[in-house]
Nanobody, 123 residues
């Protein structure tokens, strides 16, 4: 079972930046990791994913503003968020799965989830 712990959320003004981190433990190999978010009253949506080779995919609404990366030595996933807007306000979750046959996309089933970290963007 993969344990995931997010950090780095907070409050920021529109146009600002934040970097989220997700520390992973309790695994031998992860095929795909990703960031998801859920705003109040809205469904959870995929933000970005990265596979075991470093290949990435992004939601259209963050392309060019957010960057997903991972540090294999530190077992940590990151999400660098720049040019934040009010619409980016949400709880952000880290997720992972170890099943290569599923592939790695924003629409995969992820088995392991963190508790989330809140991002609030104000004007």
């Amino acid at each position: 079972q993969v344990q995931l712990v997010e950090s780095g959320g907070g409050s920021v003004q529109a146009g600002g930046s934040l970097r989220l981190s997700c520390a992973a433990s309790g695994y031998t190999w992860i095929y795909c990791m990703g960031w998801f978010r859920q705003a109040p009253g809205k469904e959870r949506e995929g933000v970005a994913v990265i596979d075991h080779t470093g290949g990435t995919r992004y939601a259209n609404f963050v392309r060019g503003r957010f960057t997903i990366s991972k540090d294999n030595a530190e077992n940590t996933l990151y999400l660098q968020m720049n040019s934040l807007t009010l619409e980016d306000t949400a709880m952000y979750y880290c997720a992972a799965h170890t099943t290569s046959s599923r592939g790695c996309s924003l629409y995969n089933r992820f088995d392991n989830w963190g508790q989330g970290t809140q991002v609030t963007v104000s004007s």
